[in-house]
């Protein structure tokens, strides 16, 4: 199964939202092989954002995702980079469609509730970037048959 990474910003954590976005993973039938709280450092988010350092909002991104801690996730499924990505919608949560996570829980740009991986070669950089092989328990639940046909999996 595919493997993709899912970081709930700081601002989910304080709106008390990190149950509402597990829920709605779980119950598009993705599971959660790894997950941790913590609070991310300058070096960790320069490398993250390595793509965004020269930009003009980088110092305000740097605090905000500073500002409190984040959950992130190792998130696995079938075409999960791909599932997980639609289901936040776009990055902008006032134009992105209701019915997806930041359709739903967002009104800016930036402080837009979910990081989500944008590849399979990314999510893979972005996972070993926040979780060692110890951190992910592997499983397969038992409701695995009622989400996937026997070919799916």
């Known amino acids: ?70 959950v992130l996730m190792c998130v696995e499924g079938k075409d999960a980079v791909d599932v997980v990505h639609k289901m936040a919608g776009a990055t902008n949560g006032r134009k992105a469609e209701f019915g997806t996570i930041r359709g739903d829980y967002s009104l800016s740009g930036q402080e837009n509730i979910i990081h989500t991986s944008d590849s399979v070669e990314n999510a893979r950089i972005e996972l070993d970037r926040f979780f060692v092989a110890s951190d992910y328990c592997c499983y397969e639940p038992v409701l695995t048959p009622f989400i996937y046909a026997p070919d799916e999996k």
């Open 1 to 70: 199964m595919e493997q993709t990474l899912v970081i709930l910003k700081p601002g989910t954590v304080q709106r008390g939202l990190i149950g509402e976005v597990i829920t709605r993973l779980e119950r598009k039938g993705l599971r959660i092989t790894a997950m941790k709280m913590a609070m991310l450092d300058d070096e960790i988010l320069r490398q993250h954002y390595a793509h965004l350092v020269d930009r003009p909002f980088f110092p305000w991104l740097l605090a905000s995702m500073k500002a409190a801690p984040v």
